[in-house]
C-alpha cells in the first residue's frame, strides 16, 4: 500500500472519530471496505503511533479521550531539527 493511501485512510478514520462516527469495529470495517481485523490494526497502530483512542461500550463507537488532531499526534514523533 502507498504511503498516500495509508494517510488518507488515517485521515478517514480520524474524522468518523472526531465526529463519533466510527460505529463498533464491524461497522468501522464496513466504512473503511477492510476486515475486522485490518480495522483493529488500524487503530491499534494509530495508539502506537500516539492518538488517544477509547472505546465507549455504552454508546459503541470510538472516542478520543482528549482533545487533538491527526497532524499533531502523528508528527509529534519526530523531533525536530534544531
Known amino acids: 500500500m502507498s ?3 495509508y494517510l488518507d485512510r ?3 478514520v ?3 472519530i472526531r465526529t463519533k462516527a466510527t460505529g463498533d469495529a464491524n461497522s468501522l470495517a464496513k466504512k473503511l471496505r477492510l476486515s475486522r481485523s ?3 490494526a488500524y487503530i491499534k497502530e ?3 503511533l ?3 483512542i477509547k472505546y465507549s461500550f455504552t454508546e459503541k463507537h470510538y472516542y478520543y479521550d482528549e482533545d487533538g488532531a491527526m497532524p499533531e499526534k502523528l508528527f509529534d514523533r519526530f523531533p525536530e531539527n534544531d
Open 50 to 52: 500516539g492518538f488517544p
Open 3 to 5: 504511503i498516500t493511501k
Open 10 to 12: 488515517l485521515r478517514y
Open 14 to 16: 480520524d474524522l468518523l
Open 46 to 48: 494509530m495508539k502506537e
Open 38 to 40: 485490518s480495522t483493529l
